[in-house]
């Protein structure tokens, strides 16, 4: 067992807040520590506890109630019990000879192992992570501060991916203090900060920078906005390239809507000096861009290793989810992307469930004018699905609460949220 150096500042908050009673501290830093995902606490038999999954648990553990009331969607918890009904499929199935890609990327033949109980494990803890942000969707200071929270640990991670450039450049520690699980520095001299690698990075990044413009327009969020789209343009992953066209595209009816409003020669001023910055970054930035893009196209015309890897094992995971439509176990298989997996690992069905449920959530937030807050969820589904096969992190299910927070039918009171109109507010309230 190893304590880590994050460790010991977790043990320390921990006093603090005990000592001081503030127990929804806990809350907040397992939020502001979502997007650590490749940091530890403390290392144990060749596993790793993130900063948000201890502060969290600490957080659930004084605040266990013997009534704990269920707030998630039925959908939802739906998608949950086809998956723990589905750890039971491997040893059904595996008498037909199937082969799957393993957690360890290799092909083997299909079969029970560990991986099935860890990652319902996961998913579970996922949903009481969720199940519990839903509790205080209705107490605005509480939601508001976990909102706060978040931003603030964007900004965090955007300062260690900073700090790690340095590191490269002047020889300084960076992983025994940030990178301290159990993976070790696998990306050599790629920009990864406090995550397992670049494309987790990136997947992080691309929608935090959405949820900081859209919960704080202030000078400190937009800096650390354009900072962040310099660290992602850095980390030279393609799926920082995906993500932030994705936002480009969303962006444009936006962008119409605000053309053909008036405004003050004050925002038109400020939006002239952040499209001066931008271009300033973009002709700085040129020789990277052009790299990045090049990289990419590769990847998609399996020119390059990445690319016919990711190509050969999303077919081999998706040919067996439509053999087997209901899949062969939550769990088992692990592609280089979100969809193969899970289509892989809970067939169509299950496919199916989580879907409707995702749809539902989409539809409830255009319904009610806010689509756009549901964005920041979305645009990590979306990511998830094509490149990035963890969808375990924290700051994923805080994000689905994030827009939940807005859609009415879940919402009795919306008046403490940010960036709501008063003519909403009364609108809300005539509904309700």
């Known amino acids: 067992m190893e304590i880590t150096f994050l460790g010991y500042i977790a043990v320390l908050l921990t006093i603090v807040y005990l000592v001081l009673r503030k127990r929804d501290m806990f809350l907040y830093t397992a939020v502001f520590f979502s997007g650590f995902s490749g940091a530890s606490v403390l290392n144990i038999a060749g596993g790793s506890i993130q900063p948000s999954f201890f502060f969290f648990m600490m957080f659930f553990l004084l605040t266990l109630r013997g009534n704990m009331t269920v707030r998630l969607d039925g959908r939802l918890i739906l998608f949950f019990v086809y998956c723990l009904i589905s750890i039971v499929f491997p040893p059904i199935f595996a008498r037909t000879g199937v082969q799957i890609i393993d957690q360890e990327g290799d092909l083997v033949p299909l079969h029970f192992s560990a991986s099935n109980v ?3 494990a996961y998913l579970l803890f996922d949903l009481v992570f ?34 790690q450039m340095l590191a490269f450049r002047f020889n300084l520690p960076f992983d025994r203090i940030f990178r301290t699980g159990v993976h070790g520095n696998i990306q050599g001299t790629r920009l990864y900060g406090p995550c397992d690698e670049a494309s987790m990075l990136c997947y992080y990044l691309v929608p935090s920078i959405l949820f900081c413009l859209q919960t704080k327009r202030s000078l400190p969020s937009v800096c650390f906005a354009f900072l962040g789209i310099l660290v992602g343009v850095l980390s030279e992953s393609s799926t920082f390239l995906v993500g932030m066209a994705l936002l480009i595209v969303l962006a444009i009816p936006a962008c119409v809507r605000f053309l053909s409003a008036p405004h003050s020669v004050k925002v038109w001023r400020a939006i002239a000096i952040g499209l001066l910055c931008l271009l300033f970054v973009l002709v700085l930035m040129a020789g990277r861009l052009s790299r990045l893009v090049e990289l ?22 998706i040919g067996v989810g439509l053999r087997f439509p209901l899949g062969v176990g939550f769990g088992s298989a692990r592609s280089a992307d979100l969809f193969s997996s899970w289509l892989c690992n809970v067939g169509i069905v299950g496919m199916a469930i989580f879907l409707v449920y995702v749809i539902h959530y989409a539809r409830s937030a255009y319904k009610n004018g806010y689509f756009s807050r549901a964005l920041p969820f979305l645009v990590t589904l979306v990511l998830m699905f094509i490149s990035v096969p963890e969808p375990y992190n924290l700051f994923v299910w ?11 039918s879940f919402s009795m009171q919306t008046n403490w949220l940010p960036e709501i109109s008063t003519k909403r507010q009364c609108l809300v309230k005539r509904t309700l």
């Open 118 to 120: 860890i990652h319902i």
């Open 130 to 163: 969720l199940n519990t942000l839903l509790r205080y969707k209705n107490d605005g200071k509480i939601a508001a501060g976990a909102f706060a929270a978040y931003r603030y640990g964007f900004y965090a991670v955007v300062s260690v991916c900073i700090y």
């Open 296 to 317: 990419f196209l590769e990847k998609l015309a399996r020119q390059n290793v990445s690319g016919e890897e990711r190509s050969s094992t999303m077919l081999t995971l």
């Open 398 to 408: 805080f994000l689905l609460f994030y827009g939940s927070c807005y859609i009415e």
